[in-house]
C-alpha cells in the first residue's frame, strides 16, 4: 500500500486517515513510521523536518507536531463562521460550491455525522445560494425529502438549468 503525501495545504484530517491505514495495512514499528511520515511530507509542511532535531524526535512527536500545526483542534468555532457566512461567488459553479460548503462543514463539525449535521449542511448550502428565488424554489424541491446536501444540489443544477435556459 503506497504512503500518501501532506502538503501542509491539503486537509490534515483525510492524510491522518490514509497514513494510519497505511501504517496499519503495513504493519509499521514507531520507527518505520516516523521514516515514512517524514517521507510523507512535501511542499511547506517539509519545513517541519528542519525545525526539528529528527535524530532525537519520536514518532509521536513529530506527529503531534503536525497535529498541532494543521489539525483543525480549537478550529472548529472558525470554520463554522466561515461555514455561515459562505456566499456563491460570481461565475462559480454549484458543484464548486456545494463541494465547498460539504468541506466546510466536516471541518466545522468533526465526529461522527448525524441527521442533524446533514440537515445544518443543507442548510448552508441552501442559504449560501445567495439568490431568494433558487433558495425558495430549492427549499419546495425539498420537502418531504430527507436533508442532504447532494439532493438539494441536484435540485438547485436542475432548477438554475430551467432559469438559465
Not at 99 to 115: T, W
Not at 129 to 136: N, Q, T, V
Amino acid at each position: 500500500m503506497k504512503t500518501p503525501t501532506f502538503n501542509g495545504l491539503t486537509p490534515w484530517r483525510a492524510f491522518h486517515e490514509k497514513f494510519q491505514d497505511v501504517c496499519e495495512y503495513n504493519g509499521w514499528d514507531e520507527k518505520q513510521k516516523k521514516y515514512f511520515l517524514k517521507e510523507a511530507l512535501t511542499g511547506q509542511a517539509e519545513q517541519l523536518i528542519w525545525e526539528s532535531n529528527m535524530e532525537a524526535i519520536t514518532y509521536s512527536q513529530l506527529y503531534s507536531k503536525l497535529q498541532k500545526r494543521y489539525g483543525s483542534e480549537g478550529l472548529m468555532s472558525s470554520y463554522r463562521a466561515e461555514l455561515s457566512n459562505r456566499k456563491r461567488q460570481k461565475g462559480e459553479s454549484l458543484r464548486a460550491l456545494s463541494a465547498d460548503i460539504a468541506r466546510l462543514s466536516a471541518l466545522a463539525y468533526q465526529g461522527p455525522r448525524d441527521p442533524r449535521c446533514d440537515e445544518l449542511t443543507t442548510e448552508h448550502f441552501i442559504r449560501s445560494l445567495d439568490d431568494p428565488d433558487l433558495e425558495m424554489r430549492v427549499r419546495e424541491c425539498m420537502r418531504g425529502e430527507p436533508a442532504d446536501i447532494d439532493t438539494a444540489f441536484i435540485h438547485a443544477q436542475r432548477l438554475e438549468s430551467y432559469h438559465t435556459n
